[in-house]
């Protein structure tokens, strides 16, 4: 692969492979983390693939990725609750505050299953239609349209508490 198309390739496919990181992990900084550690493996192994196959080995890589330092992530958290008992709670303060309203609809975009979040982010941050989400995701248009619903439905039980 020449420098020329791989800076095509990545300025195709950097913004929508790190938004796919960051639908399931709610972190951007990850997200862009990952995106770019994925881009350089993908340099680094200089495969000569058709096109498709290249953008499709970057999303598998950002997934094993993901799921690597989520793993990671938690053996940390685990060791840092066994090492000390210090919790942190909100402030009164913060109850009626818009922060706070943030706050819980990302918890809830965090706590929604994978498969949900993933379609409701998609339409709803990048905009993109049904029939492009099932593409995306090689998903029938009709299942785009129940993970749709369904994530709304949990949206709206979570955030009316």
Not at 14 to 24: K, S
């Amino acid at each position: 692969m020449t420098p020329e198309e791989f800076k095509n390739l990545f300025d195709a496919h950097f913004d929508p492979l790190r938004n796919y990181v960051y639908y399931r992990s709610g972190d951007k900084e990850l997200a862009t983390d990952i995106a770019q550690e994925c881009f350089l493996r993908l340099w680094e192994k200089q495969n000569h693939h058709v096109l498709q196959q290249q953008v499709g080995l970057l999303y598998k890589m950002a997934g094993n990725l993901f799921i690597s330092k989520y793993r990671h992530s938690r053996v940390e958290k685990d060791f840092a609750l066994t090492r000390s008992d210090n919790g942190h709670s909100l402030s009164p303060e913060e109850v009626l505050s818009y922060k706070e309203l943030d706050a819980c609809y990302q918890a809830a975009l965090k706590a929604m299953p994978e498969n949900l979040r993933v379609v409701f982010l998609m339409s709803r941050q990048d905009e993109l239609k049904n029939r492009e989400i099932a593409d995306r995701l090689r998903l029938s248009v009709k299942a785009v349209e129940k993970r749709m619903t369904a994530a709304l439905k949990y949206l709206k039980a979570a955030l009316s508490i």
